[in-house]
Nanobody
């Protein structure tokens, strides 16, 4: 099993930056792909970005491409989400996730961290 704990959320103004962290623990972590999802009130959870622990391949949703960057510190089993040029529409609960197969239904989720961007 895998446990994921997010941190770094908060209230910021439009145009500001924020960095989220996801601390992972468990067995065979290297066999999982890591990613971030978000869910705004009244909306479905949506994919934001994903990364392999090797860091050789990353994916971004069009809505965040060019503004968000995913990275990892393998020695600390931690994944980061650097968010720049934040917009009010980025307001959501951000979840760290891990999957061993694909992103259709990730096997593990963190508790989530709230990100609120004011205008």
């Amino acid at each position: 099993q895998v446990q994921l704990v997010e941190s770094g959320g908060g209230l910021v103004q439009a145009g500001d930056s924020l960095r989220l962290s996801c601390a992972a623990s468990g067995r065979a972590l290297s066999s999982y792909r890591m990613g971030w999802f978000r869910q705004a009130p009244g909306k479905e959870r949506e994919f934001v970005t994903a990364i392999r622990w090797s860091g050789d391949i990353t994916y971004y949703a069009d809505s965040v491409k060019g503004r968000f960057t995913i990275s990892s510190d393998n020695a600390k089993n931690t994944v980061f989400l650097q968010m720049n040029s934040l917009k009010p529409e980025d307001t959501a609960v951000y979840y760290c996730a891990a999957t061993r197969t694909n992103w259709s239904n990730p096997g593990y989720w963190g508790q989530g961290t709230q990100v609120t961007v004011s205008s």
